[in-house]
């Protein structure tokens, strides 16, 4: 494949999977911002729901750049931003980045500023009825206090001696252990999609008509939803289980919880359609193995969430730059078009074009579905144009990835539940490695020395390995803020992660109206971390079609072109090389309020 070039003597020909060879085809009809972009395999993962829920189960040329490097701020991309828009068998909350160091009660992990919210200005609103709605979004979204920037940690030379020692110490060899055996295969699951478009009412329901959740509840639901005049957000209201989540009827977090189909056992993950919290769809998705992508084919909506700069194309690239390559497109709301073929077929072909040839998927599959009245969902439905499989055998049909149980230890904590001085609750998923009780172990980037007092995962197993998620109770001694959302759990030894904050980046730029200069500002994403970063360096350009460099020093990077880039984060960050982990070593950028860039880490470069 003529883009799996060895390039800087890294060969990533390995990392390819075969999806890209039906990619492939598309390579030189049209430019592709996938190019560079690679599939994840070691996935599966489980969520701490379990264990305190248990039983629920062409190319415009480019603008001169300018020679201001401090002035380069990367304007939204499109030319509109339309944007808007218990007691229940439902997740239990958690709470996010909590940083006291008293032990504190759990809090519902769904706060509007628990992530990052880069609000939009000018944003406009999809329907009318969330006008009120959504500004009130952006107004929370537009306190500082909302980002998710996570451990903001300066390695002082101490620590980073203290660093070095870790890295030379011999590794305790761990007995060999197989993993578990299992009935059914773990796939993650994440439901995107544009604001409005259907996804919780749609899980919601699915949940129900698979007998998670009882008739009961959702009856409870909907006389609760009926009293604040929100009757129709009965079944969204299965995830959507905050009080401002319900009291607005807009997801803001993700919300999870399990089902199990014939071959699988999936974690759902449904993300926040909002522009405003991008952050958590982000997050979420970098623990996904599949996903589901809603579209809403309400006259004008789905073109609104396409078209006119939402989130539908958004959502399908940060899929696809998370190393996301497994896709059905549920095409909703059919009902409000009278099951319309022609309808769902212009979707499917508009949609197709896209995913395709510039997202990257190989063969997203499309099946009509309307998550409020129900159709298609777990039973075929009688329709003369279509008589293809339903939604739950097409999730059934997804395929489980291999987890890598025997690489180095890598938690990404995703959570942190209860500080206290001493002791830290904390949830995560394992990318690789096990991890036990009594394991002595390192959360970076802080470099803060823990010993594992309780580990578990959703089936209660103590012995965890790569792809669990799961709870973890850490001793040490802890300082406020030294662990957080986006911090990550090693072991001492050669394979130890070394945080850094510079890094060379190769990415692929995404569709943004000026130029990224050297010197411009943005927000790095990976797993569950945000962090403001410089691009400090334009290294070179890169030539998609046969790998080659095009240009050193290129005095700016266009849409659509492929480059490798020197960051520097603000503080040190817990990322690393992506042929080492590749959870850690996918990065996104965004600056305001779009994806502009997504890649994968080629090298960490730390102090000499
Ligand atoms: P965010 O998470 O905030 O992005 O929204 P969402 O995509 O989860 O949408 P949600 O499920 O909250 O539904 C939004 C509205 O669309 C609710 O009023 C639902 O009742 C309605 N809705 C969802 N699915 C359908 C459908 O299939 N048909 C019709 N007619 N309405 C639907
Ligand atoms: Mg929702």
Redesign the pocket.
């Known amino acids: 494949m003529s883009r799996h070039r060895n390039i800087r003597n890294i060969n990533l020909e390995d990392e390819m999977d075969d999806d890209y060879d039906d990619y492939d085809n598309y390579e030189d009809e049209e430019e592709s911002e996938s190019l560079y972009t690679y599939d994840r395999n070691s996935l599966s993962a489980n969520y701490y729901t379990y264990l305190t829920d248990s039983g629920r189960n062409s190319p415009a040329p480019p603008a001169p750049p300018s020679s201001n490097a401090s002035s380069s701020y990367y304007p939204p991309v499109s030319t509109a931003a339309p944007t808007a828009g218990p007691a229940s068998a439902v997740p239990s909350s958690i709470v996010r980045n909590l940083t006291a160091p008293s032990l504190q009660q759990q809090k519902p992990s769904k706060h509007p500023n628990s992530r990052p919210s880069t609000p939009q200005a000018g944003s406009n609103l999809n329907t009318p009825k969330r006008t009120q709605q959504v500004k009130n979004l952006q107004t929370e979204a537009a306190s500082p206090s909302g980002s998710r920037v996570s451990s903001e940690v300066d390695l002082s030379t101490f620590r980073r001696n203290q660093l070095q020692n870790i890295a030379k110490a011999t590794s305790v060899p761990r007995k060999a252990v197989k993993p578990r055996a299992v009935e059914k295969d773990l796939i993650n699951l994440i439901v995107v ?1 544009h ?8 899980m919601g329901h699915l949940l129900h008509d698979l007998e998670v959740v009882d008739t009961r509840t959702i009856d409870k639901f909907r006389h609760e939803a009926a009293r604040n005049g929100k009757a ?2 009965a079944y ?1 209201w299965v995830l959507d289980e905050t009080e401002e989540e319900r009291e607005r ?3 803001m977090d993700i919300g999870r919880t399990s089902f199990e189909t014939t071959n699988h056992r999936i974690v759902l993950l449904d993300a ?3 522009k405003d919290f991008i952050s958590n769809m982000i997050t979420g998705t970098s623990q996904a193995d599949a996903a589901i992508l ?1 579209i809403n084919a309400t006259t004008g909506e789905f073109e609104t969430g396409f078209e006119n700069g939402g989130q539908t194309k958004e959502h399908a690239l940060l899929l696809r730059s998370l190393g996301v390559t497994q896709l059905v497109v549920a095409v ?2 059919l ?2 078009v009278d099951w319309s073929m022609d309808r769902f077929e212009e979707i499917r072909n508009n949609l197709t074009v896209f995913l395709t040839r510039q997202a990257g998927f190989s063969k997203p599959k499309f099946v009509p579905v ?4 129900g159709e298609n969902l777990v039973k075929r439905m009688d329709l003369s144009w279509y008589d293809g499989p339903c939604l739950v055998e097409l999730i059934d049909s997804f395929k489980a990835q291999e987890p890598q149980s025997d690489g180095p230890l890598r938690i990404g904590i995703s959570d942190v539940l209860k500080v206290a001085s001493n002791q830290l609750v904390v949830s995560g998923k394992i990318e690789s490695g096990e991890v036990e009780k009594d394991d002595k172990v390192y959360i970076m980037p802080s470099v803060t020395p823990a010993t594992v007092k309780e580990c578990a995962n959703n089936d209660g197993w103590k012995h965890c390995f790569a792809g669990d998620f799961i709870l973890l109770t850490l001793q040490g001694t802890f300082e406020p803020e030294s662990v957080q959302a986006g911090s990550v759990i090693v072991r001492s030894g050669p394979d130890t992660l070394i945080p850094a904050k510079k890094f060379e980046v190769r990415l692929v730029v995404f569709e943004i109206a000026t130029p990224i200069i050297k010197g411009a500002k943005s927000e790095l994403y990976s797993h569950s971390l945000c962090m403001p970063c410089t691009f400090t360096k334009l290294i070179y350009t890169i030539n998609k079609s046969n790998g080659e460099v095009l240009k050193q020093r290129p005095r700016f990077l266009a849409k659509g072109s492929t480059a490798v880039v020197e960051i520097e984060t603000e503080h040190d960050v817990a990322i690393e090389a992506f042929t080492s982990c590749r959870a850690f070593g996918r990065v996104t950028f965004r600056s305001g309020g779009n994806t502009i860039a997504a890649g994968i880490v080629e090298k960490v470069i730390t102090p000499q």
Not at 195 to 202: M, P, Q, R
Not at 370 to 373: A, D, K, L, Q, R
């Open positions: 999609g604001v409005d478009a259907g996804k919780s009412t749609l129709s957000f969204a009827g807009v997801t926040p359609g909002h809603v909703n709301k009902d409000t309307s998550g409020f009245t």
